[in-house]
């Protein structure tokens, strides 16, 4: 009796044997992106540079000024970005706090008193934001110069926002930007955080507090936080993040996508719920591009801060990027006659 056996099966030897089932593992893959093609329907119209290329200043454009300070934003707005990028952590009292480390940094802040006498948990730097309450992190003074960014502008005695004071800081200027939220959970080490459904219930009652559901973008390395963000907002844009550390098989970090199956990473964030990928730009080449597009999702590569790169990547496609230097881009937005974002001026007496 003839037994069957799959196509990719081959008794040779060990290594056809390997190297077919890679064949298939890759076959396999292509057959999840069709399935994902066919159940999304036609794909959206991801790619429209000339009418809406992203500007997105990355923590408000830390190469430029301290970065997520209210400094930082404002200067963005006084430039003119579509897109204002930040994190958010949550402190032991539930507050949203605009802070990218998960830890208090030497490096970027200096303890000035506790919150209150004999508080034992001071000094404040060292700690965990997610160990400290607001009034805390309120003594810190987060306006030192950073190694990375030599020529940016320190904001002496810069304290950490808030999101209500991001939101109140755009409303003086009236400006119609987007802000790309960043949730800083820690799904390797969930003690360390808060966990994804504080992050999104906390996130988004802030936004829905200042009216901003229509002008918000939440992104993660945590994928289990975009179907929470989705199940709660559904009108909320979803961006999935990801890197060597996380795209990997077996990670936490993945909301159950098994990189051993499905491979390719804008198909497992197709698949999670994502609207737009933001992957290290050096990745990014016209083929993901047209990948990505073709699924519905737009491509924002970060951090892009070379002007050559820059070039290259809106060649290649992309919606936008996200950058250190929001003055860079703009320039070059400007010489490729690019549409630009509008510039903002404060409102002395906002109503």
């Known amino acids: 009796m003839r037994r069957w056996l799959p196509e990719w099966y081959s008794p040779k ?31 959206a119209a991801a790619n429209a540079q000339a009418a809406d290329f992203d500007l997105v200043a990355h923590r408000g454009g830390s190469g430029e000024t301290t970065e997520e300070s209210l400094r930082a934003f404002a200067k963005s707005l006084e430039l ?62 987060c306006g030192k110069l950073l190694s990375e960014f030599p ?28 802000y790309d939220i960043e949730t800083k959970v820690d799904a390797a080490d969930p003690a360390r955080t808060a966990g994804p459904q504080e992050f999104v219930d906390v996130i988004l009652a802030a936004v829905r507090a200042a009216g901003k559901v229509g002008r918000v973008e939440i992104e993660s390395f945590d994928w289990r936080t975009l179907p929470m ?53 050096a990745i ?16 924002i590569p970060a951090t892009v801060n070379d002007a050559d790169a820059m070039r290259a990547l809106i060649a290649a496609g992309a919606d936008g990027i996200v950058t250190d230097y929001p003055t860079l881009l703009r320039r070059v937005m400007t010489e490729l006659a690019l549409p630009l974002p509008p510039i903002y001026r404060r409102e002395l007496n906002p109503q």
Not at 158 to 171: C, E, Q, R, S, W
């Open 13 to 43: 030897s060990p290594a056809s044997a390997a190297d077919n089932f890679a064949a298939m593992q890759a076959r396999l893959g292509a057959f999840l992106l069709a399935v994902v093609v066919a159940l999304c329907g036609p794909p």
């Open 80 to 141: 003119g970005v579509s897109t204002l990028e930040f994190d958010i952590g949550i402190t032991k009292d539930h507050q949203p706090v605009v802070w990218h480390d998960l830890t208090i940094e030497p490096t970027k802040c200096a303890d000035t008193a506790p919150a209150f006498a004999a508080d034992p948990q001071y000094p404040y730097v060292g700690k965990l934001v997610h160990e400290l309450t607001l009034a805390q992190i309120r003594m810190l003074d």
């Open 151 to 178: 020529n940016a502008e320190v904001v002496l005695g810069n304290k950490i926002a808030t999101l209500p004071d991001v939101f109140a800081l755009t409303g003086s200027y009236r400006a119609d930007v987007r």
């Open 229 to 281: 963000a989705r199940q709660a907002e559904p009108s909320i844009p979803l961006v999935a993040l990801w890197n060597e550390a996380t795209w990997t098989p077996g990670s936490v970090w993945l909301a159950g996508i098994n990189p051993a199956v499905v491979r390719d990473p804008i198909v497992g964030a197709r698949i999670v719920g994502a609207d737009i990928v933001s992957p290290d730009y």
């Open 284 to 299: 990014v080449d016209e083929a993901l591009v047209n990948r990505a597009h073709m699924l519905g999702l737009k491509v």
